[in-house]
């Protein structure tokens, strides 16, 4: 079975803190990507990447950053974190760029920022 | 742009019952994927499909292409099903081109 294990649950952060976010799948996937998810408005992309050093901005990309130094860790990083960033963050992977293939999801890490 | 609509967006319904979930898309796509959410956050891919039916245990998704809608259908519904059921659509090429829709909350009740 794929896995896509997202590193913390449930996050409490303070304004003006950095958060790191820390997502690793054990399929050798190409793709991650990052996600965060808002009541009424589904999920919107932040995020992602198709390869190792690789990174492409998504629909969201403001007050965020990621790193993907090794193929099954993708990072994404909160510079310094403000309340409007409180919400669900998911990180998804998928195999190849560009086919179509199902994708993955982490357990998602809930951040409250405060 | 493509855009994905569900419908309905909330559904309560008893033990038992068979279910149907909407999805229209705008435009052309590759692939259509229904998820699962349940209570707590994780995401688990239901399907994928880029034409016809699959079937899964009581899970059935069709898509009509030239319609540009897909149903996923829940025969004799449990409490376990009670979860928020998206689509995304997948339009092709790029790392991503997934557009999701914003959910279906579903609750069936014993």
């Known amino acids: 079975d794929v896995k896509v294990t997202q590193s913390s649950r449930y996050l409490v952060k303070r304004t003006g803190e950095k958060v790191f976010l820390e997502c690793v799948q054990d399929?050798?996937?190409?793709?991650m990507f990052w996600y965060r998810q808002d009541p009424g408005l589904g999920l919107r992309l932040i995020y992602f990447s198709y390869d190792v050093k690789m990174k492409e901005k998504g629909d969201i990309p403001e007050g965020y950053s990621v790193s993907r130094e090794k193929k099954e860790r993708f990072s994404l990083i909160l510079e310094s974190a403000s309340t409007n960033q409180t919400s669900m963050y998911l990180c998804a992977s998928r195999k190849e760029r560009g086919v179509d293939t199902e994708a993955f999801f982490g357990q998602g890490t809930r951040l409250t920022v405060v | 742009k493509n855009e994905v609509e569900q419908s309905p967006q909330n559904l309560t319904a008893q033990e038992g019952e068979f279910i149907t979930i909407n999805c229209s898309y705008s435009?052309?796509?590759?692939?259509l994927h229904w998820l699962q959410q349940h209570p707590g956050g994780g995401i688990v891919s239901l399907f994928m499909l880029s034409s016809g039916k699959k079937k899964h245990g009581r899970l059935i998704a069709t898509i009509n292409i030239q319609e540009k809608h897909s149903s996923l259908h829940i025969t004799a519904s449990h409490p376990r099903d009670s979860a928020v059921y998206i689509c995304a659509s997948h339009s092709g090429g790029g790392a991503d081109g997934l557009t999701f829709g914003k959910g279906t909350h579903l609750i069936i009740q014993p």
């Open positions: 399929m050798d996937h190409e793709n």
């Open positions: 435009v052309g796509i590759s692939a």
